[in-house]
């Protein structure tokens, strides 16, 4: 079992609809959990960290974390085209592990 | 502007001919670290370092040395490079640690034939 899992994807979603991207973690004694955007050939940036159970909301963006049953997810609201990249779910115990990222295509 | 930056962008080599990919940064960042990311794997990370002459093994150190001799740059040297290190290479700083506080760099593409 991978330490970070995310959904294989691609994620294609229409525009205006919400995407839904998940991510599962295997040591129960993380305690930061992060999502990264990257847009094709480009570097990773943080658009999302989250600590404590429940939803954290950004803007369009909500991070939602169940440290019981050892999850979390992104919610994109009114998804747009421009949101169309590589998401990448890391979480933090003693050290920062990345999932293998998950594709996300908003199409017009 | 606060960046950190990479050099080369781009590098296509032979195995076992040493190469140095170069990371600055000018925002006077405590700890530095590097990244590889391959297909299905994610970001896995190499090197770090907390502070000037401190480093320490990532999850995949073998074949990978690295130096901090100054605070801006943290140098990834390739002594003897082999085809299964053929990938992306990212160079990350941040303040304290903290990721949610890390740049990023451009990347480097290394293809060793």
């Known amino acids: 079992q991978k330490e970070v899992e995310q959904n294989s994807g691609p994620l294609s979603v229409p525009e205006g609809a919400i995407a839904s991207l998940n991510c599962t973690y295997s040591?129960?004694?993380?305690?930061?959990f992060f999502w990264y955007r990257q847009y094709s050939g480009k570097s990773p940036e943080l658009i999302m960290f989250?600590?404590?159970?429940g939803d954290k909301e950004d803007g369009r963006f909500t991070a939602q974390l169940n440290k019981a049953s050892q999850y979390v997810s992104l919610l994109i609201r009114d998804s747009q085209p421009s949101d169309s990249a590589t998401y990448l779910c890391?979480?933090?115990?003693?050290?920062?592990?990345f999932g293998q990222g998950t594709e996300l295509s908003v199409k017009p | 502007e606060a960046q950190v930056t990479q050099n080369p962008r781009y590098l296509i080599t032979v195995t076992g001919k040493k190469l140095t990919v170069t990371c600055s940064q000018n925002?006077?960042?405590?700890?530095m670290s590097w990244y590889r990311q391959d297909p299905g794997l994610g970001l896995r990370q190499i090197y770090y370092?907390?502070?000037?002459?401190?480093?320490d093994k990532g999850d995949v150190p073998e074949g990978y040395k690295v130096s901090r001799k100054e605070k801006r740059n943290f140098p990834l040297i390739l002594e003897s490079p082999s085809p299964n290190q053929t990938s992306l290479y990212f160079c990350?700083?941040?303040?304290?640690?903290?990721?949610?506080?890390?740049?990023f760099g451009p990347g480097t593409r290394l293809t060793v034939l």
């Open positions: 040591d129960r004694g993380s305690q930061s």
């Open positions: 925002m006077n960042h405590e700890y």
């Open positions: 990350a700083s941040s303040l304290t640690g903290t990721p949610n506080e890390q740049f």
């Open positions: 989250i600590y404590s159970n």
């Open positions: 370092s907390m502070n000037v002459e401190v480093t």
């Open positions: 890391a979480v933090q115990g003693g050290k920062l592990i």
